[in-house]
């Protein structure tokens, strides 16, 4: 999801902070769905304006719509996009085995979720929050692989979403696929959390601009005076809100972040936070606080002979264990 599409501008940061965070640590099926229904999603792909081919609202906008003298009335018919997006991108991948079928099968099931607050055939309904409008749904009883559904549109759309699979076993030399392990288990511990991987001490992954915003301000346990100053700190280092150019997001490997031009602007912005410094701690026990045992010798060294605290605060904030997580 991107801000970019002006639909969606106030709404992207809901899509986090309402359904992602909440079920963060639950199950994967619970998240999938409450992902994938939020007004911000619905809009960003255009899901409102899916109609069922055989739906009483096709056929009643069909009668009003685009006749003319001389050309034919307006065709009304289902959005491919949300379907796409869970499959491609949610559950599956692009590489998952399914079938342009199984999107156009997924999107007819789709049918009818929408936002509430319109005319007409939204009136009466909760404004921004999810519905399923019956009378846009597709009267369809198919699914994934031709596996049948029951006939209530959103019990049958949400019943879908678990029936999407991964590979069962993946090669040894990839990472496993966690999206299709929580989804055949239905278990409620991420299987994440159990993975060796995260509980690597070893901090290797060099942070993005959102991470080291963020772990520099909790670091100097301080808040911006106005919120707007962090947003124009993504803007300079690269990483402008809900904004990632793909729907696959941000990357968040080193070639996309380490560049020297990214890197010069990372110490033009710590230069300007160490300047403005006044914690009034001590540089080497901030860096303690911070970084614990993570802190090399040579950069508490580097604290100490700084010329000035500020001086001492840009050095951490650049030094190679404060730009890893």
């Not at 998952?96 to 789709?110: K, L, P, W």
């Not at 990214?262 to 860096?287: I, K, Q």
């Not at 000035?308 to 605060?313: E, R």
Request: aromatic share 8%.
């Amino acid at each position: 999801m991107s801000a970019d599409e002006g639909v969606v501008y106030g709404l992207a940061g809901t899509l986090e902070n309402e359904a992602i965070r909440p079920h963060v640590a639950g199950r994967f099926v619970d998240l999938l769905a409450a992902v994938e229904q939020p007004p911000a999603m619905i809009a960003f792909l255009d899901n409102q304006y899916s109609l069922g081919k055989d739906s009483s609202a096709a056929s009643f906008a069909a009668q009003f719509r685009g006749a003319g003298a001389g050309r034919p009335k307006r065709q009304f018919g289902i959005n491919e996009n949300l379907a796409r997006e869970i499959l491609e991108l949610h559950t599956l991948g692009v590489h998952g085995g399914y079938s342009q079928a199984d999107v156009s099968s997924f999107a007819e099931i789709i049918t009818g979720w929408s936002i509430g607050g319109g005319k007409g055939r939204l009136a009466g309904c909760v404004p921004g929050r999810f519905i399923s409008a019956t009378t846009c749904t597709s009267r369809v009883r198919r699914c994934f692989s031709a596996r049948p559904t029951p006939s209530k549109a959103n019990v049958r759309a949400r019943r879908c979403l678990p029936i999407w699979r991964a590979v069962p076993k993946p090669p040894i030399s990839s990472p496993p696929s966690w999206c299709g392990i929580s989804l055949r288990t239905n278990r409620r511990r991420p299987p994440w959390i159990e993975s060796p991987e995260s509980w690597d001490i070893n901090a290797r992954k060099f942070k993005t601009p959102e991470d080291f915003v963020f772990s520099t301000l909790r670091a100097l346990n301080v808040s911006p005076a106005q919120p707007e100053e962090v947003i124009r700190t993504f803007d300079l280092l690269g990483q402008r809100q809900y904004t990632p150019g793909s729907p696959a997001g941000w990357p968040d490997t080193s070639k996309s972040w380490d560049g020297s031009d990214a890197l010069m602007h990372r110490v033009l912005w710590a230069s300007r936070v160490g300047a403005n410094y006044e914690g009034g701690v001590e540089p080497a026990d901030l860096a303690a606080a911070s970084l614990g045992a993570y802190a090399r010798p040579e950069t508490l060294t580097a604290l100490r002979r700084a010329a000035t605290s500020g001086q001492a605060v840009t050095l951490l904030l650049m030094s190679p264990e404060f730009q890893r997580r």
